[in-house]
């Protein structure tokens, strides 16, 4: 891995691509947003910055301290994807969606955010639960100010676990509002501990958060991929079960793979962008 400071940003470049609209468009995030220049603002842990990418390279406004401190294990800079990728194109169909999502990363999101932002996710689509993700952050996020303009932070748990799901109303959330209250609930009271999960085998961290209510099979198997970076969990939702439909090959050898979240994410993305399965 090649990191070279400029002025007023970090360029990353190795054997592994990277791709800004691959990685926040595969469904794993719901806050980073492209701006008219084709580069995607967003706000992680509290800290704002801007991201593109450059033939394959990752850049990202700030300094090579902001980014040994926080971007480079966020954007997973030191796991060795185009292995990863490699590894997966075992046939036609494969081959090709490596090479379409070779870009892709699985961030490490915070586990907070990861949680309720796949807690609105349930019966909704992208758009929407950005849309959603968008206003909780304006209504209840601390401000930030990035480039001229007023950003937020995702809210914390203390900040969401004395509400009602009236005070969430303007959310549009609809069932999902009781849902977030409920794990800012548990968090506060230490009846959820990330601590815990991170300290846990993958099965039990799964049966351990699928205690909280409003959390099935799905949206904890997102959290574990997306929130505690558990790449062997493999997310079954409607585009992988076309992906399974479209698939000729044997997908029990990816699900079993210690890297079947990047797999998930190879097929979903694929699957999902050629609207495969109809």
Same mark, same amino acid.
């Given at each position: 891995m090649q990191i070279t400071e400029h002025e007023t940003y970090i360029e990353i470049r190795s054997?592994?691509?990277?791709? *800004?609209?691959?990685?926040?468009?595969?469904?794993?995030?719901?806050?980073?947003?492209? &701006?008219?220049?084709?580069?995607?603002?967003g706000v992680v842990r509290?800290?704002?910055?801007?991201?593109?990418?450059?033939?394959?390279?990752?850049?990202i406004t700030g300094t090579r301290a902001q980014f040994d401190a926080l971007w480079r294990g966020y954007f997973d800079c030191?796991?060795?994807?185009?292995? $990863?990728? %490699?590894?997966?194109?075992?046939?036609?169909?494969t081959a090709a969606a490596a090479e379409f999502g070779a870009g892709i990363r699985i961030l490490n999101q915070e586990p907070w955010e990861a949680l309720c932002t796949f807690l609105i996710s349930q019966?909704?689509?992208?758009?929407? $639960?950005?849309?959603?993700? %968008?206003?909780l952050c304006t209504g209840w996020g601390q401000p930030i100010s990035f480039e001229g303009q007023t950003l937020h932070a995702f809210p914390t748990?203390? *900040?969401?676990?004395? #509400?009602?799901?009236?005070d969430l109303a303007p959310l549009r959330a609809g069932y999902r509002a009781?849902? #977030?209250?409920?794990?800012? %609930?548990? $968090?506060?009271?230490?009846?959820?501990s990330f601590d815990t999960l991170r300290g846990l085998p993958t099965e039990d961290a799964r049966r351990?958060?699928? %205690?909280?209510?409003?959390?099935?099979?799905?949206?904890?198997?997102?959290?574990?991929?997306?929130?505690?970076?558990?790449l062997d969990a493999f997310p079954v939702?409607?585009?992988? +079960? +076309?992906?399974?439909? =479209?698939?000729?090959?044997?997908? +029990?050898?990816? $699900?079993? =793979?210690?890297? *079947?979240?990047?797999?998930? &994410?190879?097929?979903?993305?694929?699957?999902?962008?050629?609207?495969?399965? +109809?």
């Open positions: 054997d592994s691509r990277f791709s *800004a609209r691959q990685t926040f468009t595969c469904g794993q995030c719901f806050r980073w947003q492209e &701006q008219a220049d084709g580069s995607w603002r509290g800290r704002a910055a801007r991201v593109w990418d450059d033939g394959g390279a990752l850049c030191d796991t060795d994807y185009a292995s $990863i990728c %490699q590894s997966f194109a075992v046939d036609e169909f019966c909704n689509n992208i758009p929407r $639960i950005a849309a959603i993700v %968008q206003r748990p203390d *900040a969401l676990a004395d #509400l009602s799901p009236d009781p849902y #977030l209250i409920a794990a800012a %609930q548990a $968090i506060e009271s230490g009846a959820l351990y958060i699928m %205690q909280l209510r409003g959390v099935g099979r799905k949206v904890a198997d997102c959290f574990l991929l997306f929130g505690l970076h558990r939702d409607t585009w992988m +079960k +076309k992906a399974a439909a =479209s698939y000729s090959g044997d997908m +029990k050898q990816f $699900i079993d =793979s210690p890297f *079947a979240g990047v797999y998930q &994410q190879y097929f979903f993305y694929y699957v999902r962008e050629h609207q495969l399965g +109809k």
